[in-house]
């Protein structure tokens, strides 16, 4: 009999990881009591300020930073670390509870925004192998 995985099928982590997108596009929904952009959006983005912990794939670097806005397609953030287009990031965007998973997004962009650097990534859902990680991936709080 072949051993089984204890790590769950493409298809269910894909479900999870847009059931926690969704649940936080919904709580930035909430808390944001209006939109204060005006230009033409194919999604509606949601503008609070939020904390997020950031991660590489391999689980380092792990970064502090804030919601600068989000929608079901991806987010932008604002922190202190430059990243680069196309790089993959793992982001809680529920710092706060234990048990939440990192979800996984593309780096679109990075430019300096006042002090701060400005990131923006589309999520990356469809990456099996990086939402695996953002299943195993613990914050240093975590431990």
């Not at 949601?46 to 929608?71: K, Q």
Request: charged share 25%; proline share 3%; net charge neutral.
């Amino acid at each position: 009999m072949p051993a089984q995985s204890s790590s769950p099928s493409a298809s269910v982590v894909t479900t999870l990881m847009r059931r926690e997108i969704d649940r936080f596009v919904e709580a930035a929904r909430v808390r944001s009591e209006f939109d204060t952009d005006t230009r033409r959006r194919a999604m509606r983005r949601y503008h609070r300020s939020w904390p997020l912990l950031i991660t590489g794939v391999l689980g380092v670097d792990e970064v502090s930073a804030a919601l600068h806005n989000a929608s079901s397609d991806g987010i932008g953030f604002l922190c202190d670390h430059k990243y680069s287009g196309g790089d993959i990031v793992l982001i809680k965007l529920f710092w706060h509870e234990d048990a939440a998973i990192r979800v996984p997004a593309v780096v679109r962009h990075a430019s300096h925004y006042r002090d701060v650097v400005l990131v923006g990534c589309q999520f990356a859902i469809d990456d099996t192998e990086a939402c695996q990680a953002g299943m195993r991936t613990h914050s240093w709080f975590d431990r």
